[in-house]
């Protein structure tokens, strides 16, 4: 582990146990379906504590994200999971097209919405947006059996706006558009939404060409921001 990451963890830990609230841990594991431990620290808190833990430290390198990510992965409680994609979208312009395999490597352990979702638009789109060749590695992810991979992939570019491909993101919905998991259905009804508010013209004309194929789900959520401006 770098000497940095280890710092980190370090102070990760003494300040967010002590914070703790077991009142609060119990429904916020609920909430997740009891899939994972909480300390049980609101996200106000929470965000406060992450920025005493890293205040005062230098920037990190790539090498720094990797090994504290990871370790922040290893912990039982979620809130370390949270703190380590807080710490990585912060830092995510200095992580190269390799990064993927550390995020890869996140996605598919300890996988939920929460952690996906924030890896999906936060780090990986920015890191595929300053590194095209990483186009190739969601061409991968799309079509990969984990089903986290493949929301990633298809939820990458939700932050891009005018910068989205669209003939990336129409293709990938549709690539996907059979697959009969909630969470890709309700991920491509996201991401062509999201795209909707930028050229909903685009959404609206892809959503009727392709109904019959796309999931009412699908249908449903794009169709809510979908309709051209007058």
């Known amino acids: 582990m770098s000497e940095l990451s280890a710092t980190v963890l370090e102070r990760l830990v003494a300040t967010y146990n002590p914070a703790g609230d077991p009142a609060r841990a119990a429904p916020m594991r609920a909430y997740m379906r009891d899939q994972f431990a909480f ?16 205040g005062g430290l230098p920037r ?31 830092h995510a312009a200095v992580c190269s097209a390799d990064f993927l395999a550390t995020v890869r490597t996140l996605v598919t352990t300890k996988s ?31 079509v990969a059996d984990d089903m986290w991979l493949a929301r990633t992939a298809i ?6 706006g005018a910068r ?11 690539a996907r558009a059979d697959h009969r998991d909630f969470f890709i259905r309700k991920a491509i009804g996201w ?4 795209y ?24 449903r959520e794009a169709r809510k921001s979908a309709s051209p401006r007058s």
């Open 39 to 54: 300390l049980g620290i609101p996200s106000p808190v929470r965000r406060e504590l992450s920025r005493q833990v890293v």
């Open 60 to 90: 990190p390198v790539e090498v720094d994200l990797r090994d504290g990510a990871l370790a922040c992965w290893a912990l039982r409680e979620r809130e370390y999971q949270y703190f380590a994609c807080d710490w990585l979208r912060r």
């Open 112 to 142: 939920w919405w929460d952690t996906v979702d924030a890896l999906a638009s936060q780090v990986v789109g920015p890191i595929v947006a300053h590194h095209p060749v990483a186009v190739s590695t969601m061409e991968e992810w799309l």
């Open 155 to 160: 939820l990458h570019q939700l932050t891009y």
């Open 164 to 174: 989205t491909d669209p003939d990336r993101l129409f293709r990938y919905c549709l």
């Open 191 to 194: 991401a062509l939404r999201q």
């Open 196 to 219: 909707a508010k930028t050229d909903p013209a685009a959404v609206a004309a892809f959503v009727t060409a392709h109904e019959p194929r796309l999931s009412p789900l699908s249908v």
